[in-house]
């Protein structure tokens, strides 16, 4: 794939070089790339007359085959020019199949391309066709072809493999975090038991508890999708610091606080009032 313009073959092509007219269209010079499908080809111009307007160019596309076997970088192993197409922008896609089709289906043949520039100004038509070729062999452009294609669909499994990966890993997340949501709830329920416990035990340590309350973590109704398996790690650990903290908390202000506990003794019931009280001998804490 590349322009047809070696030093050797020049020789071949000055029979068909002319001068181009100042108000006339520039030579449009072709080059050619490889895509995932074909071939595309585009032409670049240098403007250096006067009267010529962009709107009112257009190019003629010209092809000539050099049957398998032969010299692609020789304009003697081509064939006629002939005209394939006309187009009003300066670009031209050809996929595998068409170019192949050109050649005749001969899968080894090569296929040069020129564009011719042409300009009409309502009056005359002016046609340049001194612009340089560029040339493909099929095999290039269906090995090509074929080994886009390999990259698509490796591409196309990564993708599928890891959009598979994030949906199985958001799928053990959400399992993961409703556990720990589950256990929470399990947690909160035994903290309220503790507070409502010692909260009857005298009204200090009901006003204390309550706004020991407050330091709670708040534990989510529902699972949004900004809550990730890390925010519900990172509540756990917090909701497990407020627990010991509870626990620490209810045991200095029982050794400050009087307190009331019932004691029973088969159907006898007493109440005891202090600080840190303790059941009479003989007696259980109800």
Known sequence: ??????????????????????????????????????VRYGVSMVFTGSGVSFNSLRYEWDVLV?????????????????????????GLELTYETILGIAKNDPNASLLVYANSVFSDGISTLTNKTGKGCYVSLPDVLKNKNDRALVLQKAAAD????????????????????????????????????????????????????????????????????????NAQDLDTRFNQFTTNLNAFIQTLSKNTATTITCVKGKVVKKVTAVGPKCPVGYKVK
């Not at 030093?7 to 030579?27: N, S, V, Y």
């Not at 304009?75 to 922008?89: D, K």
Request: proline share 7%; hydrophobic share 45%; charged share 20%.
């Open 1 to 38: 794939m590349r322009k047809l313009a070696l030093p050797m073959i020049l020789l071949a092509l000055t029979f068909t070089i002319q001068a181009a007219k100042a108000d006339g269209p520039p030579a449009a010079d072709v080059s050619c790339s490889l895509t995932d499908t074909g």
């Open 66 to 90: 050099a049957e398998a076997g032969k010299n692609p970088t020789l304009i003697s192993s081509y064939g006629p020019r002939t005209l394939y197409t006309t187009t009003t922008g300066n």
């Open 159 to 230: 993708k599928a493999a890891a959009d598979k990966a994030a949906a199985d890993k958001a799928a053990a997340d959400k399992a993961a975090i409703e556990q720990i949501l589950q256990g929470l709830i399990a947690k909160s329920q035994v903290a309220d038991d503790l507070i409502a416990k010692y909260s009857e035990m005298s009204p200090i340590m009901k006003v204390n508890l309550a706004k020991f309350s407050f330091s709670r973590p708040t534990i989510p109704v529902s699972i949004t999708p900004d809550f990730t398996l890390a």
